[in-house]
Every structure is written in C-alpha cells, then in structure tokens.
C-alpha cells in the first residue's frame, strides 16, 4: 500500500492531529515528519481530550505504530513527559509501539535558552517563536554540529556531548546575548535519565518504514506546521525551521517518492495564524473575537503548545490554491465549519489588491504581503447548530454552497468536512 500525507494549508494549526487521528484507524503506520514540541495536536476522545506535542495522533489507536521521524528535533524532557501523561491515561507506550528515528536531533536546554534569548533581543522585530528551541536545534543540525537521537544509546557519551554543546551555547548565550548560563552539569545529568528511559525506542526508521511499504503496509505520514510556514515556501523570516510541505515527508522520514499516491491539505473553514508575519484576512474587533471564541473550550482558537491567542480571519483562498499546488493536494479537509454557524454572512477572499494591482497569487516577499487588500465574495451564512450534523445532504443550504464555492476556487476536492471537535463529528463527502 502507498503512502498518505497529511498537510497543513494555511499557517498551522488547522487540525491536522484531529484529521490524523481519524485517518489513523486506516492505518498500519503513523509517522510525523517535521517539527517539534512547538506543535500542539488535540484530539478529542469521547470526553477527553489529548494534547499532542511530539507524539503522532495515532498513538491513541491500539493497534497502530507510530514513528518520530529524523525530520524532527525531539526535546527528550518533554517527550518523557508526554510518553508518562500518556500511559497514566491508560495509553500503551511500549517501544513496540512508538519508534523515536536514530538520526532525529535532539534540543537541549541550550537550544530553548538561546531560542528565548534571541526573540528578546528582536524587541518589537520578533518573530514569534515558541521559544522551545526549534529554531536552534535546526542551526545546529544544519551547522553539522547537532546531537542525534541514536547517540541516547550511550548513556556516558551522550551526557559528554551534551556539557560540551552547553559549554560553546553558553559563550553565546552569556556574550552575545548578556543572558545567564546555563548549567551544563545539571542539565546533562537530567538529559542522561531521559536518555536511559528513551534509549528503548530508538530505531533506524526510513528502514522501518521501507520495509512497511514494501509489504504493503499503510503508512499516514503527518505533518506540523502549515504550508505558509514552511522554511523555503512560506512568508520568510516569519517561518517555522522546517519544511512541513510534502517534500519534507519524503527527507524527513526517508521514504522514496515513488510510495506516495494521495496528498491531503488540512484547511480550516476561517483562517487563523499564531505569531507575527503576514495575515491578509486578519480581522480585528468583535468578528474576530467570535471567531476565536473565549478559551474555555478547548477547541477555541488558542495555541494548544503556548496558550496564545490566535489572530483569526475569514478564509483565504489565494493562500489555499498556493497549498495545493506547492504540495500537489489530491483532496482537502475542510475543518472546523461549524465555528461559522451564526453569522449572517461569511467572506472568502479569492484575491489581493496591491499597490493597485489585482493579485492572484500568494507574493514570495512577506512585505508585499503584508501590504495586500483581500478582495472578498461576500456568501449568506446560517444560523443553524451543525455539530450533529453527519451527512452531507443534512447541512443547511447556506453551509452546502460554502464548501462548493471553496472548492471550486481552490480546484481541488473537498473529501471530509468536520463540525466539532470529537471524533464523531464529521461529514463524508465523498
């Protein structure tokens, strides 16, 4: 069986976790490619919900394996942490079952420290940054410098790595930056433990992963991050340090592009972006409070990773159409619409005024974007509740030509739409 991929349209944060998951119950194999703990996946399961950081949405099905990619930087701390609120909540967290890449980077408390004290010294120019130290860890990787994840196998080698990248960090950190060392003693020590729990599950997964292919196995490769925060494809600097488009599935797990057969971008109805850099439909006010809803469910437009709101806006669909083709979508998942329930009207914009000229195409340069006008369809909306809503021909009307105009201004097919945050609450479309 080939390879499904899993991405995200916009800036992140579309609920890609919540699609993974569902996928995952087709699935043999789930394997994240890009990031680290500066996503955040919730899932909704019956009354819980799970928030994933590291871990692929399919650990919450039993039978699926789920592998951490070499296209990621691990921070073993954090990733013990999730592995023990997992299995305190009756999650099988079995080395069986989870597969950590032995050529993934690791973050260090370094890395999170020159990570926070760079977006200081940026002042009102910062970037925005989760300030988990993703962004350093792939300095390092790409410096040739960096910690891989099969070093944890030796405890005593790792534990002298580690002091030794503290010590050049801290030259940095204490003279570029005027901020306090970090203790590499200390530090190491704590990584060490982390190290002899994690050693377990660490494995030469692209090997893994062929062989799964080979034999037919299904394999849902899912990403981090959204498209418009992709290092080369998005609205550089205000970008992720990785490539969360499809081409980072391919180097960041090490599988051949000749596996993949089906592309799925994870859209939501609205748009949202964490962060500084360019938001062309951002909406200020009242419409974009309701939008991002008071943070008391856990599905409101809050950061699942900070806890920051999240600036909100209508759809835009310029930036879909650059998704799809960056990534070659064969279908989409359009999440979220039930948030849309209640306004008397919703705007899509399908294109951008700039400078006087009409643009229909997503700028490369983030200061032309920045400077972009969309230019909105104006569609009636509903005031009907949707969320138990579980067939198509069942939506109001209003809600029926929204996912038809969308999909075809982006010219790609709409196959799932979800209204609500638990695993129920989705439409087939087809």
Not at 116 to 125: D, I, V
Not at 347 to 357: I, R, T
């Amino acid at each position: 069986m080939p390879a499904h991929v899993v991405v995200g349209m916009q800036w992140g944060d579309e609920g890609k976790g919540r699609v993974a998951d569902l996928l995952a119950q087709d699935a043999d194999i789930v394997a994240r490619f890009a990031g680290g703990d500066n996503a955040g996946h919730t899932v909704q399961v019956g009354d819980e919900s799970f928030k994933l950081h590291l871990i692929p949405s399919g650990v919450l099905h039993q039978d699926v394996v789920c592998v951490l990619g070499n296209g990621m930087v691990i921070n073993p701390l954090k990733l013990v942490e999730e592995l023990r609120v997992l299995e305190s909540r009756g999650v099988d967290i079995s080395p069986d079952r989870i597969r950590i890449a032995e050529n993934a980077h690791i973050i260090t408390p370094i890395h999170t420290a020159l990570d926070s004290a760079k977006e200081n010294q940026r002042g009102a120019g910062a970037i925005g940054t989760t300030r988990r130290g993703i962004g350093p860890a792939y300095m390092d990787k790409v410096g040739r410098m960096g910690l891989r994840a099969g070093l944890m196998r030796d405890i005593d080698r790792f534990a002298e790595a580690v002091k030794e990248r503290i010590v050049i960090g801290n030259r940095i950190l204490t003279t570029l930056y005027g901020s306090i060392a970090v203790d590499g003693e200390a530090m190491a020590d704590e990584l060490a433990n982390a190290a002899q729990f994690l050693s377990a599950y660490i494995a030469d997964t692209p090997l893994l992963l062929h062989r799964a292919l080979e034999d037919g196995k299904r394999v849902l490769c899912e990403g981090a991050q959204g498209t418009l925060l992709d290092i080369d494809h998005g609205h550089y600097p205000y970008v992720t340090s990785s490539s969360p488009t499809v081409g980072g599935a391919i180097t960041g797990l090490g599988i051949a592009p000749k596996y993949i057969d089906r592309v799925t971008g994870v859209a939501k109805a609205y748009s949202t972006r964490v962060g500084s850099g360019p938001f062309p439909t951002e909406l200020e006010g009242d419409l974009g409070n309701k939008l991002r809803g008071t943070g008391e469910n856990p599905w409101d437009e809050y950061g699942t990773t900070t806890g920051r709101p999240r600036r909100c806006g209508w759809l835009d669909t310029v930036v879909l159409r650059y998704a799809a083709r960056i990534n070659g979508l064969t279908d989409i998942v359009l999440t979220k619409l039930d948030i849309l329930s209640g306004f008397e009207e919703v705007s899509v914009a399908d294109s951008y005024m700039c400078q006087g000229e009409l643009m229909h195409e997503v700028p490369g340069d983030h200061l032309m974007m920045a400077r972009c006008e969309p230019v909105y369809e104006t569609l009636r909306g509903w005031d009907d509740a949707i969320s138990d809503i579980q067939q198509l021909d069942d939506l109001p009307g209003a809600a029926r030509d929204y996912i038809d105009h969308v999909q075809g201004l982006v010219n790609r097919p709409i196959c799932m739409v979800t209204v609500g945050p638990s695993r129920h609450q989705f439409i087939r479309v087809f």
